[in-house]
């Protein structure tokens, strides 16, 4: 959801609360009230910071000579450049279904985890994806994960 969508979930959840606040006060139990507005602003709270973890993203570009990784939440806040032809892709395919496993880009002794928010057919695609992009003339093909 976007965080205009999250505001309005946050302000009917609010307005609800309100309403059922102000029906108790009026009863009798006003001490009720500064729950209700405290209510409002921790599912505000909650939503803003699952609206930041879930705007992560990382950007993977395969240029002639180099891989570029980019990530972060609004604009890149990490940049990594990476020699193309010194690049090795390793996936860790565990057993369980339950461990989604590593995707790792390792070059001159440097290990950089990509992917670390897939699941692991996502991961296995990716990853089979990067090695048809290294080990053949594709360049400016951008991923997203």
């Known amino acids: 959801m976007s965080w205009r969508a999250n505001v309005i979930l946050a302000a009917?959840?609010?307005?609800v609360s309100s309403i059922?606040?102000?029906?108790i006060?009026?009863?009798g139990y006003w001490m009720i009230l500064p729950f209700a507005?405290?209510?409002?602003?921790?599912?505000l709270i909650c939503l803003g910071r699952a609206y930041k973890k879930l705007?992560?993203?990382?950007v993977l570009s395969v240029h002639e000579s180099t891989l570029l990784v980019e990530s972060g939440h609004d604009k890149p806040d990490t940049r990594v450049?990476?020699?193309r032809h010194w690049v090795k892709v390793l996936f860790d395919d565990p057993a369980s279904s339950f461990d989604v496993?590593?995707?790792v880009l390792?070059?001159?002794?440097?290990?950089?985890e990509i992917g670390k928010l897939l699941n692991k057919e996502e991961k296995r695609k990716l990853h089979d994806e990067l090695l048809h992009c290294l080990n053949f003339d594709e360049p400016r093909l951008r991923l997203i994960s």
Request: no cysteine; hydrophobic share 45%.
């Open 12 to 15: 009917s959840l609010g307005a």
């Open 55 to 58: 705007s992560y993203m990382e």
């Open 37 to 43: 507005g405290l209510e409002f602003l921790v599912v």
């Open 106 to 112: 390792q070059s001159s002794g440097r290990n950089l």
């Open 81 to 83: 450049e990476l020699p």
């Open 101 to 103: 496993g590593k995707l």
């Open 25 to 27: 006060a009026w009863v």
């Open 20 to 23: 059922f606040g102000a029906g």
